[in-house]
């Protein structure tokens, strides 16, 4: 390969919660016993440096020793066509659909308040990422979660029977949909999607289509646009993506919205305004076209490739060595969603001690409950192959044992 996915990275006082504060949060047990590293398994960034035509840009910018003012740049919106022409076969994009937000929920929020009135209620699919969760309860709306079903063959898929029904129930209007699905690392088909759209437009939401997840495909998977699969979809979806997944830059903030429909668009524009807060940074703005270049879209081939990988051997190992922990295969992403209550049962022991017992010998993996699903652990692996692989032999060794 061109680009290094095998060296172990140094993050440690690098500003990096994964490895500096893995004890600090509610969720985390505790960092490791003595005599054991830490393999950070939890917060959803990577443990790969990012492509080399980034810090590139960051430090041609960051040359010139004035900071000030700025707008963002035609090259900017250049570079956000292109590549979703180019990865996702998006036509007809220009300038005036795309918009700056600070952060994927900052936008989901401003949505909800451009939409909703307060205490509305909101439909989500479980599991649901915590962000959605967290971000919406606290700006005062009700969630309503529609559960994705495992099919017989391990596939998570929709419930538009039950969809629908809630839609109905409790009068909902307004829906946040994931795209790939995170937690599950679902990646959508077309036809799911254009169903899932079919209900929305039946019941009158509008939805907020989370695909900030859309670069990172497995064993050749696709990614659908939501916005693609019909005229009414493309008309009543407001789409949030950014580099940040995809390309590590989660700390240097900056994503973008995509929105056809000018109605839409410009109440959206207006809520997310009115804090004077959603404003770009000057290089996260060169990051994000450092990124979307040729030798991104290199890069990020490989990485998906060096996922897939390491999704191979995990699931693999897991099927062969872990009898009681169940998963569904993801499609996208670079996380695992682990069913452990068959073991925990089996064992009589309860997730937060098992939970410990991975932190004790340093897999630091993140308690999948807040998810919304008992039993589960979630776990990354945007890792070098050699520290996934010890990590489950830990696991294999002094956890599932």
């Excluded at 659909?97 to 989901?108: A, D, R, S, T």
């Excluded at 939409?115 to 439909?123: A, H, T, Y």
Aim: proline residues 5%; aromatic residues 10%; charged residues 20%.
């Amino acid at each position: 390969m061109k680009y290094d996915f095998t060296s172990i990275m140094e993050r440690r006082g690098i500003d990096a919660i994964a490895v500096d504060n893995p004890g600090r949060i509610p969720t985390a047990p505790g960092g490791p016993k003595e005599g054991y590293d830490l393999i950070p398994m939890w917060v959803a960034d990577m443990n790969f440096p990012t492509v080399p035509t980034v810090p590139s840009a960051i430090a041609a910018r960051a040359a010139h020793p004035a900071y000030g003012y700025f707008d963002l740049s035609d090259a900017y919106f250049d570079s956000i066509i292109r590549w979703q022409e180019s990865r996702n076969h998006v036509t007809g994009l220009s300038k005036e659909h795309i918009g700056y937000e600070n952060g994927v929920l900052g936008c989901v929020v401003s949505a909800a308040q451009a939409f909703c009135s307060s205490g509305d209620k909101i439909l989500l699919h479980a599991p649901t990422y915590i962000g959605f969760t967290g971000s919406l309860t606290n700006a005062g709306y009700k969630l309503i979660l529609s559960e994705l079903v495992l099919d017989e063959d391990g596939i998570w898929r929709m419930d538009y029977e039950d969809m629908d029904s809630k839609l109905k129930e409790h009068s909902i209007h307004f829906a946040v949909f994931c795209s790939p699905h995170n937690p599950t690392g679902r990646v959508w088909e077309r036809w799911e999607i254009e169903k899932a759209m079919e209900i929305y437009r039946a019941n009158d939401c509008v939805v907020v289509s989370d695909e900030i997840w859309s670069d990172l495909l497995l064993d050749g998977h696709k990614h659908i646009p939501t916005q693609s699969v019909s005229k009414d979809a493309k008309n009543r979806t407001v789409a949030v993506y950014a580099p940040s997944k995809t390309f590590n830059l989660a700390g240097l903030v900056g994503s973008y919205h995509i929105v056809y429909n000018k109605y839409l668009r410009d109440r959206l524009t207006k809520q997310s305004s009115l804090s004077h807060y959603n404003s770009p940074n000057v290089l996260s703005m060169h990051a994000l076209t450092g990124a979307y270049c040729q030798e991104g879209q290199d890069w990020v081939d490989e990485l998906c490739q060096v996922l897939s990988g390491n999704v191979d051997y995990a699931c693999n190992y897991i099927a062969s060595h872990f009898k009681g922990i169940s998963l569904s295969r993801p499609q996208g992403t670079y996380m695992l969603y682990l069913d452990c209550s068959v073991w925990c049962m089996e064992h009589q022991i309860t997730l937060d001690q098992l939970l410990r017992a991975g932190w004790d010998v340093g897999v630091i993996w993140q308690d999948g409950r807040p998810f919304n699903r008992p039993y589960t652990i979630r776990m990354n692996l945007a890792l070098p192959l050699s520290r996934v692989q010890e990590a489950f032999k830990r696991l294999s060794e002094h956890v599932f044992c």
